[in-house]
């Protein structure tokens, strides 16, 4: 059985940091590419980060410079560490693997508000 947890989220100001944790189980993780999504109340869930076994990155331009994925393939953890994060950032936040084959975890809500 597939599970993630994700965990990290919370109120934040304009330009501050979070960073979220996702751990998998039922995967084989480490040969796995890893992405993180976000879903804001009345749009369509986005990717926001993908990172590869072998610890390639990519980023949309809407959080690059700003958003790192990384993972620790012994933890079978995959982390997402925001910062500079802005209003429209807010969003429920939710783990998977390349194409969501899986089903989804609870998410971390994160809100960015002054």
């Known amino acids: 059985q597939v599970q993630f947890v994700e965990s990290g989220g919370g109120l934040v100001q304009p330009g501050g940091s979070l960073r979220l944790s996702c751990t998998a189980s039922?995967?084989?993780?480490?040969?796995?590419?890893m992405t993180w999504y976000r879903q804001a109340p009345g749009k369509q869930r986005e990717l926001v980060a993908t990172?590869?076994?072998?610890?390639?990155?990519i980023y949309p331009e809407s959080v690059k410079g700003r958003f790192t994925i990384s993972r620790d393939n012994a933890k079978n953890t995959v982390t997402l560490q925001m910062n500079s994060l802005k209003p429209e950032d807010t969003a429920v936040y939710y783990c998977?693997?390349?194409?969501?084959?899986?089903?989804w975890g609870q998410g971390t809500q994160v809100t960015v508000s002054s």
């Open positions: 990172i590869t076994n072998g610890g390639t990155t």
């Open positions: 998977n693997t390349r194409g969501a084959p899986f089903p």
């Open positions: 039922g995967i084989n993780f480490g040969i796995r590419t």
